[in-house]
C-alpha cells in the first residue's frame, strides 16, 4: 500500500500563492507530509514526489510510486540553508558556507550525512544530498510541514523529469496521495548536484547553477566522467543515479550535433523522406509541422533546457513516427553541459557528429 488516501487529490494553486485558498491548500497537503503520506509539488527545477525524510515508511513509499531502484539515494529538501547542518555535517566547512551563501538555487549539496537521517533515504551511504528550493510553493510546503521533505522527480523511473503539472497527473495519478499544480517549472531541469565529499568539490550533476557560477565560487570543481560519459562496464556510479537508463521517451531518440549548415542540410532530407519527428533551434529548419518541436533560439539554451523534458514527452505524442532526431547545442558551455548530460541519456548516447 503506496497511499494513505482513497485516492489522489490534485490541488490547483496559484505559483506565488496569491490566490484566497492557496495557503489553505498547501496547509492540507504539509498535514498529508506529517501523516506519512505522499505529495507531489512544483520546484523551480522539476516537479519533485515529497514525503517525510525522518519516517522510513514514507521515504519506502517513495520509491514504490515511482518504481525506483533501493539504491539510489534521495534529496533531503529545507526551506532555510541554515537548517542543513541538522542534517549533514556543516560546521567549519568553508566551501560549505559559500555554496549556502547562494540558496536557495538549483544547487543540491552533498555533505557527511548525521544520524537523524535513514539510511533508507542515503541508500545507505554516510553522504547525504542537502537542497533549499527557490520556488514558493515547494518553500510553503516545507514550512507548513516543520519537516525536512526527501523528494526525487515526479515521474516514474526512466520517463521524463516533470516540468508541467500534466506530466505528474500522467505518472502519479494513483501513487502520490496529492499532486499540487503551481504551474510550470521555471528551470525545466533538475538541480545541479555538487559533492564535498571529495578533496576538491566534484560536480557529479549539471544544472541551472552551472559549472563556471561553481567554480567563481569554490575554485577548482572537478565534473565527475559520468556526466558526458557512459559508465564503463564494472565502473562505480559516484552518484548512484547515474547508473540508471533516464528521460528515454517510447521514440527513438537520435542526436544531431554539428554547426548551423550542416545541421540545416541533414534536417531538411531527414524530414521530407522519412517520417520522423525533429527536435532543433529555431533557425535548423525553416518547415513548421506537428512533427516539428522548437526549442527556441540557439543563442537562448536556457530556453532548450525549460522545454526539454516536456518536448521528450511530446514526441511520444506525434502519430505515426518512430525516431526523432534532436539537435544539440553546439558547446558544452554554461546550461548545454546539462542539456548534454539529459539528452545523451535519453538517447542511450545514440549521436550523429555531423
Ligand atoms: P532525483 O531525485 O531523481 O533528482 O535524483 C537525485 C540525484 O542525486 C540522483 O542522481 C542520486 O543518485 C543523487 N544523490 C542523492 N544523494 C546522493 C549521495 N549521498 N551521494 C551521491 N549522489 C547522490
Ligand atoms: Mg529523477
Same mark, same amino acid.
Given at each position: 500500500?503506496?497511499?494513505?488516501?482513497?485516492?489522489?487529490?490534485?490541488?490547483?494553486?496559484?505559483?506565488?500563492?496569491?490566490?484566497?485558498?492557496?495557503?489553505?491548500?498547501?496547509?492540507?497537503?504539509?498535514?498529508?507530509?506529517?501523516?506519512?503520506?505522499?505529495?507531489?509539488?512544483?520546484? @523551480?527545477?522539476?516537479?519533485?514526489?515529497?514525503?517525510?525524510?525522518?519516517?522510513?515508511?514514507?521515504?519506502?513509499?517513495?520509491?514504490?510510486?515511482?518504481?525506483?531502484?533501493?539504491?539510489?539515494?534521495?534529496?533531503?529538501?529545507?526551506?532555510?540553508?541554515?537548517?542543513?547542518?541538522?542534517?549533514?555535517?556543516?560546521?567549519?566547512?568553508?566551501?560549505?558556507?559559500?555554496?549556502?551563501?547562494?540558496?536557495?538555487?538549483? #544547487?543540491?549539496?552533498?555533505?557527511?550525512?548525521?544520524?537523524?537521517?535513514?539510511?533508507?533515504?542515503?541508500?545507505?551511504?554516510?553522504?547525504?544530498?542537502?537542497?533549499?528550493?527557490?520556488?514558493?510553493?515547494?518553500?510553503?510546503?516545507? @514550512?507548513?510541514?516543520? #519537516?525536512?521533505?526527501?523528494?526525487?522527480?515526479?515521474? %516514474?523511473?526512466?520517463?521524463?523529469?516533470?516540468?508541467?503539472?500534466?506530466?505528474?497527473?500522467?505518472?502519479?495519478?494513483?501513487?502520490?496521495?496529492?499532486? +499540487?499544480?503551481?504551474?510550470?517549472?521555471?528551470?525545466?531541469?533538475?538541480?545541479?548536484?555538487?559533492?564535498?565529499?571529495?578533496?576538491?568539490?566534484?560536480?557529479?550533476?549539471?544544472?541551472?547553477?552551472?559549472?563556471?557560477? #561553481?567554480?567563481?565560487? %569554490?575554485?577548482?570543481?572537478?565534473?565527475?566522467?559520468?556526466?558526458?560519459?557512459?559508465?564503463?562496464?564494472?565502473?562505480?556510479?559516484?552518484?548512484?543515479?547515474?547508473?540508471?537508463?533516464?528521460?528515454?521517451?517510447?521514440?527513438?531518440?537520435?542526436?544531431?550535433?554539428?554547426?548551423?549548415?550542416?545541421?540545416?542540410?541533414? $534536417?531538411?532530407?531527414?524530414?521530407?523522406?522519412?517520417?520522423?519527428?525533429?527536435?532543433?533551434?529555431?533557425?535548423?529548419?525553416?518547415?513548421?509541422?506537428?512533427?516539428?518541436?522548437?526549442?527556441?533560439?540557439?543563442?537562448?539554451? @536556457?530556453?532548450?533546457?525549460?522545454?526539454?523534458?516536456?518536448? $521528450?514527452? @511530446?514526441?511520444?505524442?506525434?502519430?505515426?513516427?518512430?525516431?526523432?532526431?534532436?539537435? #544539440?547545442?553546439?558547446?558544452?558551455?554554461? +546550461?548545454?553541459?546539462?542539456?548534454?548530460?539529459?539528452?545523451?541519456?535519453?538517447?542511450?548516447?545514440?549521436?550523429?557528429?555531423?
Amino acid at each position: 500500500m503506496i497511499m494513505i488516501l482513497d485516492e489522489t487529490k490534485i490541488l490547483k494553486v496559484n505559483p506565488d500563492l496569491s490566490g484566497e485558498e492557496d495557503i489553505e491548500k498547501i496547509a492540507y497537503a504539509a498535514e498529508i507530509i506529517k501523516k506519512g503520506g505522499l505529495v507531489a509539488f512544483p520546484t @523551480e527545477t522539476v516537479y519533485g514526489l515529497g514525503a517525510n525524510a525522518l519516517d522510513e515508511k514514507a521515504v519506502a513509499s517513495i520509491f514504490a510510486a515511482k518504481g525506483r531502484e533501493q539504491d539510489n539515494p534521495l534529496i533531503v529538501h529545507v526551506s532555510d540553508s541554515g537548517d542543513i547542518n541538522k542534517f549533514a555535517v556543516a560546521d567549519g566547512n568553508e566551501k560549505a558556507s559559500l555554496l549556502f551563501s547562494q540558496m536557495p538555487a538549483p #544547487l543540491t549539496v552533498i555533505l557527511p550525512k548525521r544520524d537523524i537521517i535513514p539510511l533508507s533515504v542515503t541508500a545507505g551511504l554516510d553522504s547525504v544530498a542537502m537542497r533549499v528550493p527557490q520556488n514558493t510553493v515547494a518553500r510553503k510546503l516545507i @514550512e507548513l510541514s516543520g #519537516l525536512p521533505i526527501s523528494a526525487p522527480s515526479a515521474n %516514474l523511473s526512466g520517463k521524463p523529469s516533470p516540468t508541467k503539472a500534466w506530466h505528474v497527473i500522467a505518472d502519479m495519478i494513483g501513487r502520490a496521495d496529492v499532486i +499540487i499544480d503551481g504551474g510550470d517549472c521555471e528551470v525545466g531541469l533538475e538541480s545541479t548536484v555538487i559533492s564535498l565529499c571529495y578533496e576538491t568539490p566534484r560536480l557529479l550533476r549539471p544544472g541551472g547553477f552551472t559549472h563556471e557560477k #561553481l567554480c567563481e565560487l %569554490l575554485g577548482k570543481v572537478d565534473i565527475s566522467d559520468a556526466v558526458l560519459e557512459k559508465l564503463k562496464e564494472g565502473q562505480k556510479a559516484e552518484s548512484p543515479g547515474m547508473k540508471y537508463k533516464h528521460y528515454a521517451p517510447d521514440t527513438k531518440v537520435i542526436l544531431v550535433k554539428g554547426n548551423g549548415d550542416k545541421v540545416k542540410d541533414f $534536417l531538411g532530407k531527414k524530414y521530407s523522406e522519412e517520417n520522423c519527428g525533429i527536435i532543433c533551434f529555431d533557425e535548423d529548419i525553416s518547415e513548421r509541422s506537428g512533427r516539428i518541436l522548437v526549442m527556441g533560439n540557439r543563442k537562448n539554451e @536556457e530556453e532548450y533546457a525549460v522545454k526539454m523534458f516536456d518536448a $521528450l514527452r @511530446e514526441v511520444d505524442r506525434i502519430p505515426d513516427i518512430d525516431t526523432v532526431y534532436a539537435v #544539440l547545442p553546439e558547446t558544452t558551455d554554461g +546550461i548545454s553541459l546539462a542539456i548534454y548530460n539529459r539528452m545523451l541519456r535519453a538517447a542511450a548516447f545514440n549521436i550523429i557528429e555531423l
